[in-house]
Nanobody
Framework: QVQLVESGGGLVQAGGSLRLSCAAD????????LGWFRQAPGKEREFVTC????????YYADSMKGRFTISRDNAKNTVYLQMNSLKPEDTAVYYC???????????????????WGQGTQVTVSS
């Protein structure tokens, strides 16, 4: 059973930082690409970043480059999203997701992610 549990969200002032965590089950962590998406109020869910099954490759949405960083802790089966210089427009529910396929490449397509965490709220105040 695929397990994805996000944590680390909260309220932060503009310019601050947060690190989100996504704890996955070992099998998912070592065989599927893992990505982060976000959904702001009244907007569609959008891709943030992802890393392939072995962490050898990452991919970012253009608008996320430079401020957001994805990383992995293999010992903890956990993927992180480090968010710096946060802006009010970064306010959203952030979701961790795993691809349906095994050993795939990076993807920004929501349809390729068949497994989702419950989401964690990030609120950036101005």
């Amino acid at each position: 059973q695929v397990q994805l549990v996000e944590s680390g969200g909260g309220l932060v002032q503009a310019g601050g930082s947060l690190r989100l965590s996504c704890a996955a089950d070992r099998h998912t962590f070592s065989t599927r690409a893992l990505g982060w998406f976000r959904q702001a109020p009244g907007k569609e869910r959008e891709f943030v970043t992802c890393t392939i099954w072995n962490g050898a490759r990452t991919y970012y949405a253009d608008s996320m480059k430079g401020r957001f960083t994805i990383s992995r802790d293999n010992a903890k089966n956990t993927v992180y999203l480090q968010m710096n210089s946060l802006k009010p427009e970064d306010t959203a529910v952030y979701y961790c997701a795993a691809t349906t396929s095994y050993y795939g490449s990076t993807s920004d397509k929501e349809s390729e992610y068949g497994y989702w965490g419950q989401g964690t709220q990030v609120t950036v105040s101005s």
